[in-house]
């Protein structure tokens, strides 16, 4: 047929030219990639005496450590992080946990958290209930701890706050333990403290009724008198007087007395009034409000 070459070529033409476009486009997008990155070098793990100089130098200058003051780093290890390692860092006798990458570039100053475990149950561990007078059911959902003093006018705050509020409001939902920290520069709180341990240590009812009666008459206490206004409380509460009196006048309820403080201290309570509520510290004779945030929340999660 005359024009079958001509359509030959158009078709033929066709194609190269579409060959040809496509060349130039699928070049075009080649060329707008942006460049592959070049592969870094891996990271090399820094060495434990390494991660040591460098945490402690960078430490000294961060907190501003004086330089006669010595900084050690112990018990450097594997993270729970994957790849990173975790260790203690000491200076002028405070001890400060860290966590640092695998080559020792960066580092975290403080405690690693679980965001998995209960923040507060590790508290509650550190304290000692173990034969301890308490108001409130056992299986009480919130338990509060109150580090205390007799003597103490914002611990008699701290008093009307739990008695006349927070276990009147909460009734069987709380159990309520109190426990000593009697201060240096309060005369009669110790010996107070003293009177109402001999006193739990016959009966636990004996001891809440000194309690209250220490609390709400502070005006009327002295060193001197302690004694006789417990003795004075404890008539019908079938306390055998002899065993307080010996109790009392030899100290043997001091050593309870000591452990609360120096447990308290551990808690970081070194004032009074100082609670524990579920293991949530609450520093200070606070008003019902505070304590109902607390209690509500703890409430809410149980």
Same mark, same amino acid.
């Given at each position: 047929?005359?024009?079958?070459?001509?359509?030959?070529?158009?078709?033929?033409?066709? +194609?190269?030219?579409?060959?040809?476009?496509?060349?130039?486009?699928?070049?075009?997008?080649?060329?707008?990639?942006?460049?592959?990155? /070049?592969?870094?070098? /891996?990271?090399?793990?820094? !060495? %434990?005496?390494?991660?040591?100089? $460098?945490? !402690?130098?960078?430490?000294?200058?961060?907190?501003?450590?004086?330089? $006669?003051?010595?900084?050690?780093?112990?018990?450097?290890?594997?993270?729970?992080?994957? &790849?990173? *390692?975790?260790?203690?860092?000491?200076?002028?006798?405070?001890?400060?946990?860290?966590?640092?990458?695998?080559?020792?570039?960066?580092?975290?100053?403080?405690?690693?958290?679980?965001?998995?475990?209960?923040?507060?149950?590790?508290?509650? *561990?550190?304290?000692?209930?173990?034969?301890?007078?308490?108001? &409130?059911?056992?299986?009480? *959902?919130?338990?509060?701890?109150?580090?205390?003093?007799?003597?103490?006018?914002?611990?008699?705050?701290?008093?009307?706050?739990?008695?006349?509020?927070?276990? *009147?409001?909460?009734?069987?939902?709380?159990?309520?333990?109190?426990?000593?920290?009697?201060?240096?520069?309060?005369?009669?709180?110790?010996?107070?403290?003293?009177?109402?341990?001999?006193?739990?240590?016959?009966?636990?009812?004996?001891?809440?009724?000194?309690?209250?009666?220490?609390?709400?008459?502070?005006? %009327?206490?002295?060193?001197? $008198?302690?004694?006789?206004?417990? +003795?004075?409380?404890?008539?019908?509460?079938?306390? %055998?007087?002899?065993?307080?009196?010996?109790?009392?006048?030899?100290?043997? !309820? +001091?050593?309870?007395?000591?452990? %609360?403080?120096?447990?308290?201290?551990?808690?970081?309570?070194?004032?009074?009034?100082?609670?524990?509520?579920?293991?949530?510290?609450?520093?200070?004779?606070?008003?019902? /409000?505070?304590?109902?945030?607390?209690?509500?929340?703890?409430?809410?999660?149980?």
């Amino acid at each position: 047929m005359c024009g079958s070459k001509v359509q030959v070529r158009i078709v033929v033409t066709a +194609l190269i030219a579409a060959v040809g476009l496509w060349a130039s486009r699928s070049q075009a997008d080649d060329d707008a990639k942006p460049a592959a990155a /070049p592969k870094s070098a /891996p990271k090399v793990a820094a !060495s %434990d005496d390494a991660l040591a100089k $460098n945490a !402690s130098e960078y430490y000294r200058r961060k907190a501003n450590v004086p330089p $006669n003051v010595q900084i050690s780093v112990s018990g450097i290890e594997a993270s729970k992080i994957k &790849g990173a *390692k975790t260790g203690t860092l000491e200076a002028g006798g405070q001890k400060v946990q860290f966590t640092a990458s695998e080559d020792g570039r960066y580092v975290i100053f403080g405690d690693l958290e679980d965001l998995t475990v209960d923040p507060f149950a590790a508290v509650m *561990k550190k304290i000692d209930l173990k034969g301890r007078a308490f108001k &409130g059911p056992k299986d009480a *959902k919130v338990t509060i701890v109150e580090y205390s003093d007799y003597q103490c006018p914002y611990c008699s705050r701290g008093y009307n706050t739990i008695e006349k509020e927070v276990l *009147k409001e909460y009734g069987d939902k709380v159990k309520f333990y109190y426990k000593n920290l009697p201060l240096s520069f309060h005369p009669y709180a110790e010996p107070a403290a003293i009177a109402a341990e001999c006193a739990s240590m016959q009966k636990e009812a004996a001891f809440w009724k000194v309690y209250s009666f220490f609390f709400e008459n502070q005006k %009327d206490m002295n060193p001197q $008198n302690v004694k006789e206004k417990a +003795l004075e409380q404890l008539k019908g509460t079938g306390v %055998d007087e002899a065993k307080f009196n010996d109790c009392f006048d030899n100290k043997k !309820s +001091l050593e309870r007395i000591k452990a %609360d403080s120096a447990e308290a201290q551990a808690l970081g309570i070194s004032g009074t009034p100082g609670f524990i509520i579920n293991g949530r510290a609450l520093k200070g004779a606070y008003p019902f /409000p505070q304590f109902k945030t607390i209690i509500d929340d703890e409430l809410a999660h149980k």
